[in-house]
């Protein structure tokens, strides 16, 4: 039985405001030391599947820099491994990926060329851990044409999710993407779609000019009900979509508690990444540490309290991070207080700046949408000029230097 696992990873994220502005949302750092989609990966091979398509498109740079040739995940393999897919222009009309099923259709030679019995299509950008082998099992049981991997939602969140409606085997009787009404049930779809190939390829290739099937959610798997065999298997791990800034901070803050079930530390099970080789995390005489993850190259001279530092962050004596997620490589000067707030990588923390400061929660002007909760973002690269005050909500842009705060202080929900 041959898998082949197709993930998606094309994704913009733009509800990550600028920390997607740069890189795709699968490579935004996550936990310290990984990136996103590194849990899709290890799911994978800790799964026994070696065969991985990456889809990717968007701003894929640092997701390809990222994977290279799959040699952490023991995916750079003769025969099988890991191939990075994007878009290309052919001589028909191939073109951007439109949708999660015309990613998948556009790449239908490589699945066949691998001689694949069952797809698997994932998307690279959850964080969770799954033991893929006991979805097939399920599958082959069931002889399902289709499976969709589900788990239940509180009801407030079901209008987010496609939601399920299954009869006592778990046959799929009906699909309802986006709910407005709470009365289709909590049974959500997971994006963890396991097909039979020739069922794929049928589905996919049969729509025409007028009405293409672009996406799973919306046009695969409506038409695929009542036609197919398709099957719902329910899931009860952790599993978190971290596609907002709020779900971002707040899964990040989640490691942090001794009852969070997602356990980086499970031998049986690991997360596997590109690390990148520097020394021990240092700390110095002042520092004072607790309830954080600190990686290693980190040096502490100061307080960080229930944070999150990537590799490289350097923290000067009197400065506090809590609260907060600091990326690589990233410069806290003396004195400087981050408080909820997200820093990405190589950012300059001026002396004596208050970072994420005071009770004003304006939502921000230009993205009310996405910061609403407080939580102030620092974009890559970013130099804030020392001893001013930033408030909430706000948006700092990558690449901004010293001469873009000419006022100084920044009031709560301004963007710079």
């Keep these: 039985m041959r898998v082949v696992a197709m993930i998606m990873a094309g994704g913009e994220g733009t509800r990550l405001s600028v920390l997607s502005e740069k890189r795709a949302k699968p490579s935004v750092p996550f936990a310290g030391k990984f990136r996103i989609i590194d849990f899709t990966l290890s799911n994978c091979v800790n799964s026994g599947i070696f065969d991985v398509a990456v889809l990717t498109q968007y701003r894929p740079h640092s997701l390809n820099a990222h994977i290279g040739n799959g040699k952490p995940w023991d995916l750079d393999r003769a025969n099988g491994g890991v191939q990075l897919l994007q878009p290309y222009q052919g001589r028909r009309d191939e073109s951007w990926y439109k949708g999660t099923a015309d990613a998948v259709y556009q ?6 060329e691998r001689r694949a019995d069952l797809v698997l299509v994932l998307s690279g950008d959850h964080i969770y851990k799954m033991n893929y082998a006991e979805m097939i099992e399920f599958h082959q049981q069931k002889r399902a044409d289709m499976t969709v991997a589900v788990m239940h939602v509180p009801l407030e969140e079901t209008d987010r999710f496609g939601i399920m409606t299954v009869d006592e085997n778990q046959r799929v009787i009906e ?9 289709k049930g909590t049974l959500a779809s997971m994006g963890i779609y396991l097909f039979n190939v020739d069922t794929l390829i049928k589905r ?12 799973f959610g919306k046009h695969v798997i409506p038409a695929m009900i009542g036609r197919d065999a398709v099957y719902a298997f329910p899931f009860e791990g952790y599993w978190v979509d971290v596609g907002t800034i709020q779900s971002y901070w707040e899964t990040s803050m989640d490691l942090l508690n001794p009852d969070n079930t997602l356990n980086l530390y ?3 099970w690991v997360i596997h990444t590109r690390s990148e080789e520097r020394p021990p995390a240092k700390m110095g ?3 004072r540490v607790s309830r954080s993850l600190i990686c290693n190259g980190c040096i502490i001279r100061g307080t960080v309290e229930h944070s999150v530092l990537s590799p ?8 506090v991070v ?4 600091v990326m690589n490589d990233t410069w806290i000067g003396p004195g400087a207080v981050l408080d909820r707030v997200i820093v990405d990588k190589n950012v300059v923390v001026g002396a004596g700046v208050r970072l994420g400061c005071g009770d004003d929660l304006t939502p921000n002007r230009e993205q009310p949408d996405k910061l609403m909760t407080g939580i102030t973002i620092v974009g890559k690269g970013a130099h804030i000029p020392p001893n001013i005050r930033i408030g909430r909500n706000v948006i700092i842009n990558a690449d901004r230097d010293e001469e873009d705060f000419p006022t100084g202080d920044v009031k709560s929900g301004e963007t710079i």
Excluded: C, H, M, W
């Excluded at 790449?107 to 066949?112: D, G």
């Excluded at 996919?204 to 996406?215: C, T, V």
């Excluded at 809590?322 to 997620?325: L, Q």
């Design 107 to 112: 790449n239908l030679n490589y699945i066949r």
């Design 175 to 183: 699909f309802t993407e986006k709910p407005k009404n709470r009365d």
């Design 204 to 215: 996919l290739s049969e729509n025409g000019e007028g009405s293409p099937r672009i996406d």
């Design 266 to 268: 499970d031998t049986d």
């Design 285 to 287: 005489p002042q520092a």
């Design 312 to 319: 490289g962050v350097y923290v000067s004596p009197g400065a």
């Design 322 to 325: 809590r609260d907060s997620v």
